[in-house]
């Protein structure tokens, strides 16, 4: 099995509809994060967590929020989905004690 | 903050050839990650390189943090790595270059 999970892989989505995407691993590490890759780019970082009481905002959080509801899950929710969200989102762990950080199959979504 | 360059932006091979993909970070970071997203869309961890050489079988990387860059080797290239390379510098988070576009044609 993955060891970092990300349901669902891909979303069709309106305007105006909220959204969750959700990410669970099994590496046992503390620290969690969403990011964000659109066409040609690289990843920008949305949210991270460094543990369940901790969150942060990354580089790009409007429009986004995250609940860390236990050590091994992190949800990222899009409250009223705009087109310009449409972006492959990726989660990704790393412990504390080493920051490389591990990425899971990502979610594909698309807000007509 | 902390910006990360990548070099050349696209590279074209034939099956079999060499090649050396660049990175240049803008300022010290505590560690330097490689990794190849697939066609695909998944990303693979090649390698977490804050200093010195590793080799992973045909793919190999050296981080001069000194200098303030690394380098991805790529050996006997196979259409199998063809995709895109990305760079990430870390420091509490990571901050990535906008990659390197390989194609590897038989």
């Known amino acids: 099995d993955a060891d970092v999970t990300q349901t669902p892989r891909n979303r069709i989505t309106k305007t105006g509809k909220r959204i969750m995407l959700e990410c669970s691993q099994t590496k046992g590490h503390d620290r969690m994060y969403w990011y964000r890759q659109d066409p040609g780019l690289g990843l920008r970082l949305i949210y991270y967590?460094?543990?369940?009481?901790?969150?942060n905002k990354g580089e790009i959080s409007d429009g986004y929020s995250v609940s860390r509801q236990a050590q091994a899950k992190f949800s990222l929710s899009l409250e009223s989905a705009i087109p310009n969200q449409t972006a492959l989102y990726f989660c990704a762990t790393s412990d504390f004690k080493m920051d490389e950080q591990f990425f899971g199959p990502g979610t594909r979504l698309t807000v007509l | 903050g902390i910006q990360v360059e990548q070099s050349p932006p696209d590279l074209i091979l034939q099956e079999g050839a060499n090649s050396t993909l660049r990175c240049n970070f803008s300022d010290s970071v505590n560690n330097l990650q490689w990794f190849h997203q697939n066609p695909w869309g998944q990303l693979i961890n090649l390698f977490y390189?804050?200093?010195g050489t590793k080799q992973n079988g045909r793919l190999s990387a050296t981080t001069v943090a000194t200098e303030r860059y690394s380098l991805l080797y790529i050996s006997s290239s196979q259409t199998t790595d063809s995709g895109v390379y990305f760079c990430a510098g870390v420091t509490d988070k990571l901050i990535f270059g906008t990659g390197t576009r390989l194609q590897v044609f038989p």
């Open positions: 967590s460094f543990d369940v009481k901790d969150i």
């Open positions: 390189i804050p200093s």
